[in-house]
């Protein structure tokens, strides 16, 4: 397996403040979620590149089936998740 020890998976709990303003107030949705995770991936080798990249896209579908398949714009630089959202 391979490692990713300069990668962070951060999960922040949201909520109580957040959940207590309507979806439609602001730019920020799905205000019912209690959990927002972002995944932080990092690593010193350009020969790695490929390995990694498909590493963090495994671990962002296999936490897939607990989200709400939206995304938070400034968590992401790939521009179909920016549509999808």
Same mark, same amino acid.
């Given at each position: 397996? =391979?490692? @990713?020890? =300069?990668?962070?998976m951060v999960?922040?709990?949201?909520g109580?403040g957040? @959940?207590a303003?309507?979806?439609?107030a %602001?730019?920020?949705?799905?205000? +019912? @979620?209690r959990?927002?995770?972002?995944?932080?991936?990092?690593? #010193? +080798?350009?020969?790695?590149?490929?390995q990694?990249? &498909?590493?963090?896209?495994a671990?962002? %579908?296999a936490?897939?089936?607990?989200s &709400?398949? #939206?995304?938070y =714009?400034?968590?992401t630089?790939? %521009? +179909?998740r920016?549509?999808d #959202?």
């Open positions: 397996m =391979l490692g @990713a020890p =300069l990668s962070e999960i922040f709990r949201i109580h957040v @959940a303003v309507p979806d439609e %602001t730019a920020f949705s799905h205000r +019912d @979620a959990y927002l995770f972002h995944p932080i991936c990092m690593w #010193a +080798d350009p020969s790695q590149d490929s990694m990249i &498909t590493v963090g896209r671990f962002a %579908t936490m897939r089936p607990f &709400t398949g #939206a995304s =714009l400034n968590f630089p790939e %521009t +179909d920016v549509r #959202a």
